[in-house]
């Protein structure tokens, strides 16, 4: 039965890698000019799916875990640079976010447009009621061959919206989609980075007349004047071309023109418009409308109204929580490391589809047992309690992802891409202790008692099959 009532977004997350490339080291590395700014660089156990979890989990952190599980039926992920090519990475995201089995899962990709595609579909899901509620995660890695512009200016993110007809903290006041064949980015299969016309034609002759044209279309339609935007985010590989669409459409570049996070991120693809909403939510106004344009093969156009509601989400971690937390990458070469630019000798753990599966609750959803007898919470699973002996006498224990650390080592002699790996042992709040590396930390900010947070990290990939575990995370 379709529905009647607005609907619009309930909330929202971000999520930035902690590495951080001067665009200077780059450029000293080719003996080039050195632009202003730096990247956001994705350490080595992380991609895009990892990413959209970590925005995923912030976008619906704090609310009631029983009504997502009831409402939530739709997931989609976007990417132009998803794990895999062919398998479902919204079915991996639903699952490590321990979503109800009744989920509509699809994935958006191929496009630069993937984020705003996938949030098109999943209003019209609410609108049909398929679902209460929808989940869009996206994501993106871009590859970008070296000593080109592009390595100076592709950075990674993510951001998730929750969707919804009900409690919105803002209204979808109405969308407009043009689809325009413009050969002016792309990427085969067989092309191992992006490619790009070169010169400013696609700047000139396709990205600002199809979001000038998208974007007007949509003012035009609902009837509101260039002067009523609060904030217009563009889609945009440079400052430059957004600051002309903008003026083409009449609006003000310095005021009324969203921050795409170009200087201290870099282009994010497809969830760079994602991401600039995310930055938007967190400073908007009851009453503001914000103007979202994505650019790739057309554009999609989407209004929304800000409602009172958004004071209830300013506690999001979002865009200024992952700006103020930053490691800077000290070399190219480790950059080049982690984006597989040079030859090495991967340690590649064994792996098996059946293993995969069979662990699916304890590896990706963070299940435990609790001892019916006892009381004790162990992790990994197993048939016998470590405490009292009971055997096969359980039930499911769902570990909380924060917890604090009891204990760790540096191993200097295991292989890593950033060593040393730090093994540690944390203490879960509410119960459980499990056995995980420390990510995005050296051995300087370990000590008993930090706070942490778990989080879903890239283990290996043996057998060409990416495997997900838990990682430490220090907390702050």
Same mark, same amino acid.
């Given at each position: ?9 309930? !909330? ?30 994705? $350490? ?30 739709? +997931?989609?992920?976007?990417?132009? %640079?998803? #794990? ?10 639903? %699952? ?8 509509? /899962? ?20 609410? @609108? ?11 994501? &993106? ?49 067989? &092309? ?19 979001? =000038? ?22 889609? /945009? ?35 760079? +418009? ?17 103007? *979202?344009? !994505?650019?790739?093969?057309? $554009? ?43 030859? /090495?000798? #991967? !340690?590649?753990?064994?792996? $098996? ?56 080592? !540096? ?12 093994? =540690?042992? +944390? ?6 202790? +499990? ?9 300087? &900010? ?8 778990? *989080? ?14 838990? @990682? ?5």
């Amino acid at each position: 039965m379709l529905r009647e009532q607005p609907v619009g977004i309930v !909330s929202f997350g971000a999520y930035l890698p902690r590495y951080r490339l001067a665009r200077e080291i780059i450029a000293r590395e080719w003996q080039q000019p050195a632009p202003k700014g730096e990247k956001a660089v994705a $350490s080595f156990d992380e991609d895009t799916l990892t990413m959209a979890f970590e925005a995923a989990s912030n976008c619906i952190d704090g609310l009631d875990p029983e009504r997502l599980r009831a409402d939530l039926r739709v +997931v989609h992920f976007a990417s132009t %640079t998803p #794990p895999y090519h062919e398998k479902t990475s919204a079915g991996l995201l639903a %699952t490590a976010l321990d979503l109800h089995r009744e989920c509509r /899962t699809g994935d958006s990709a191929n496009t630069l447009r993937a984020g705003t595609t996938a949030i098109l579909s999943a209003f019209d899901a609410i @609108k049909a009621g398929t679902s209460g509620r929808a989940l869009v995660a996206a994501a &993106d890695m871009r590859p970008a061959e070296p000593r080109t512009g592009n390595e100076m200016s592709f950075g990674d993110g993510a951001a998730a919206v929750l969707l919804g007809a009900d409690d919105l903290i803002a209204i979808l006041e109405g969308q407009v989609s043009i689809n325009d064949e413009f050969l002016g980015t792309w990427r085969r299969a067989t &092309d191992p980075y992006v490619q790009q016309f070169p010169g400013g034609f696609e700047t000139k002759f396709g990205y600002q007349r199809v979001l =000038t044209e998208s974007v007007s279309t949509l003012l035009e339609r609902l009837d509101v004047k260039p002067v009523d935007v609060a904030r217009l985010i563009l889609y /945009t590989p440079s400052a430059r071309a957004a600051q002309g669409v903008a003026k083409k459409l009449e609006m003000d570049p310095k005021s009324q023109l969203a921050d795409a996070l170009l200087g201290p991120v870099g282009d994010t693809g497809c969830a760079q +418009v994602l991401l600039a909403l995310a930055g938007a939510l967190e400073t908007a106004g009851p009453g503001d409308r914000i103007v *979202v344009a !994505s650019y790739g093969d057309g $554009s999609d156009a989407l209004l929304f109204r800000v409602t009172e509601a958004i004071e209830s989400r300013r506690d999001r971690r979002g865009v200024s929580y992952y700006l103020s937390r930053k490691r800077a990458m000290p070399s190219y070469g480790m950059y080049a490391l982690f984006r597989d630019l040079v030859r /090495t000798t #991967p !340690s590649e753990g064994a792996s $098996s589809p059946v293993v995969l599966w069979r662990e699916i609750k304890q590896d990706l959803q963070l299940y435990g047992k609790k001892c019916r007898r006892c009381g004790m919470i162990q992790f990994p699973r197993q048939r016998v309690c470590v405490d009292c002996g009971t055997k096969d006498d359980f039930d499911d224990a769902k570990l909380a992802r924060r917890g604090t650390v009891h204990t760790f080592t !540096s191993d200097y002699l295991f292989p890593s891409l950033d060593p040393p790996t730090i093994e =540690t042992i +944390v203490n879960v709040d509410g119960g459980g202790r +499990v056995l995980v590396q420390m990510a995005d930390a050296g051995p300087a &900010d370990v000590r008993i008692g930090l706070e942490v947070d778990l *989080v879903l990290r890239k283990l290996h990939e043996g057998g060409g099959i990416k495997n997900y575990f838990w @990682k430490a995370r220090p907390r702050d």
